[in-house]
């Protein structure tokens, strides 16, 4: 009885020692440098088509001009790593000369692929040589690249004053793009 009694002693101490042994931990730590750049990036996709808006004649004698269809051929793309100091980024359009008597139409649809805090469009805006924000709320996010990614911009233009109405052939004008905290 002795001898299993000193046994069952053993064993116990051995299997207490078996879980303080399987129990003993060991740490240590070490530091990681993780950067993260501020990123503010857009383009135009496809950015190597003109638009083209032609007013065609009418058909009929006291019949206005007829406006151009809407252009929906161009996509605009962004990247945007913000920081928290200024949370939210816009993109603002703005043309570099007007058209007398003329309105350039411009809106952005709202965001299809990408991930994050993608912007909101502010709906349809008439283009001015001022900056006109087109999408606004833009967080750390990505739109995808290329065309059917991002925001799809439709493009449009009418007469707005015929009485200044001068014509002209090929006049060409330029849209610039702008993203911004």
């Not at 046994?7 to 116990?12: E, G, N, V």
């Not at 990036?41 to 406006?67: H, K, V």
């Not at 014509?167 to 911004?180: H, K, V």
């Amino acid at each position: 009885m002795k001898h299993q009694l000193i046994i069952s002693i053993c064993r116990l101490l051995l299997f207490l020692c078996g879980t303080f042994i399987a129990n003993a931990q060991n740490s240590g730590s070490k530091s990681v440098n993780i950067a993260l750049p501020e990123v503010a990036l857009l383009d135009i996709e496809p950015n190597n088509e003109t638009i083209i808006l032609f007013f065609t004649a009418p058909s009929d004698a006291g019949m206005p001009l007829n406006n151009p269809n809407v252009n929906t051929t161009k996509w605009i793309n962004y990247s945007s790593a913000i920081s928290s100091i200024a949370p939210h980024r816009t993109i603002t359009a703005e043309i570099d000369q007007e058209i007398p008597s003329v309105s350039i139409r411009l809106q952005a649809s709202n965001a299809i692929g990408g991930n994050g805090t993608l912007g909101t469009s502010t709906g349809q805006v008439v283009l001015t040589t001022s900056p006109q924000t087109i999408i606004n709320g833009i967080g750390g996010a990505y739109t995808g690249d290329g065309a059917n990614n991002g925001h799809q911009l439709s493009i449009s233009a009418e007469i707005s004053n015929y009485e200044q109405l001068i014509p002209a052939n090929n006049q060409i004008i330029t849209i610039t793009y702008t993203i911004s905290n």
